[in-house]
């Protein structure tokens, strides 16, 4: 496990992994305004996962159940990601509109109060670095394989499978059990306060 995380740091290449922090914080920061004027191609689909946890995650659904859907979905668009390394400059739009769909959520949620301190909680502290690693082993093929080039040793499609498997599937597994433990609890909480009213 040790020379995994070695072999990861190895073929990670520090700036492409910065920029795609960068990339997410552009579309963080133009979440707001798409929320604002309610820009539909930008909000449908944060807007279904709103109505998602807002309909059945405070409501009647199993934790089991929570977290299955969590982890599918999560796990779902990070390996998309990665596959968006067949597309060119698909990387570096599907980072961009992860930031976006993750900010009008927080947005939604925090009612615009905290929100970039709001990403500074448990579950967004394992599930950004994980997106953030997706995206960058996408440009970092990308290039490699259109573009010829290599920013790190020669990896393979196949490798980059593999250490999505190892490290970012157990990330959002934790990442799951951390939101479903978060989501009952307040659900438990709001039930207490309306028995007490």
């Known amino acids: 496990m040790i020379q995994s995380f070695v072999d990861l740091y190895n073929i990670i290449n520090a700036k492409i992994f910065l920029l795609s922090m960068l990339l997410f914080f552009t579309g963080y920061a133009i979440a707001p ?3 604002y004027k309610k820009i539909k191609w930008l909000t449908a689909y944060p807007f ?3 109505k998602l946890i807002d309909k059945h995650f405070k409501n009647d659904w199993h934790p089991l159940k929570i977290f299955s859907i969590l982890f599918a979905l999560n796990s779902l668009s990070l390996f998309l990601n990665l596959l968006s390394a067949w597309g060119v400059v698909l990387p570096f739009l599907f980072i961009i509109y992860l930031g976006i ?3 009008i959520v927080m947005y939604h949620s925090m009612a615009g109060k905290f929100y970039y301190f709001s990403l500074l909680n448990p579950v967004a502290m394992l599930e950004l670095p994980a997106a953030w690693l997706s995206i960058a082993m996408a440009i970092q093929f990308s290039l490699n394989y259109f573009f010829g080039i290599s920013l790190t040793e020669n990896v393979g499609f196949s490798d980059y ?3 999505y ?3 970012i599937l157990p990330l959002m597994a934790l990442a799951g059990i951390i939101e479903t433990a978060l989501i009952v609890f307040a659900r438990n909480k709001g039930d207490e306060s309306d ?3």
């Open 33 to 35: 305004t798409a929320y």
């Open 48 to 50: 279904f996962i709103i």
């Open 101 to 103: 769909n993750i900010g």
């Open 161 to 163: 499978v593999y250490f």
């Open 165 to 167: 498997s190892i490290f």
């Open 195 to 197: 028995k007490e009213n």
